[in-house]
């Protein structure tokens, strides 16, 4: 495992260890779906997801959002007890290494819950708007604007950090 720094974003480095994790979940879920991994993502996508994953934690800071140690520590509970009869995943996994993997995942847990805490605060406030305007839109409605306005609030969020190589 390489500790080389390939870039920093708004100040925290990012490491070939990181990048290295990527490349394995990448791996990993396609293994779990029965396929081989033909053409592995390339850098660059690489990179933009862990961008993308910063991101999050920057929106959920601006949105006073963040996502507690008890509810990653469930989460990753439940993950674990879903996964711990496939072979696959265990085999896979202790190859990577089981500490390694955890902490990662426990970074990509944390990031996951402050995506749907911020998408389940936008839905609310689209509820809102759109009850006293024009009646109740369904979840369906109500999904889709809230995942449009995530979405533009990320770009936003990438927009604002600062990434050097």
Not at 141 to 149: D, G, I, N, Q, V
Request: aromatic share 8%; glycine share 4%.
């Amino acid at each position: 495992m390489s500790t080389d720094i390939h870039l920093t974003i708004d100040g925290v480095e990012v490491s070939q260890a990181e990048i290295d994790y990527e490349h394995f979940r990448h791996n990993l879920i396609l293994a779990l779906q029965g396929t081989e991994d033909i053409t592995p993502p390339a850098r660059e996508t690489i990179i933009t997801q862990i961008v993308q994953l910063r991101a999050v934690f920057c929106l959920g800071e601006i949105k006073g959002v963040v996502a507690l140690p008890q509810e990653v520590h469930e989460r990753i509970a439940k993950f674990k007890s879903s996964m711990e009869g496939s072979a696959v995943f265990n085999e896979k996994v202790s190859e990577f290494g089981q500490d390694r993997f955890w902490e990662f995942e426990t970074k990509r847990y944390a990031a996951i819950i402050s995506t749907e805490k911020i998408k389940s605060a936008l839905m609310e406030k689209e509820k809102l708007r759109y009850e006293h305007k024009e009646g109740q839109l369904s979840e369906e409605s109500l999904k889709l604007f809230a995942r449009k306005e995530f979405d533009d609030l990320l770009v936003e969020a990438v927009g604002l950090l600062k990434v050097s190589a």
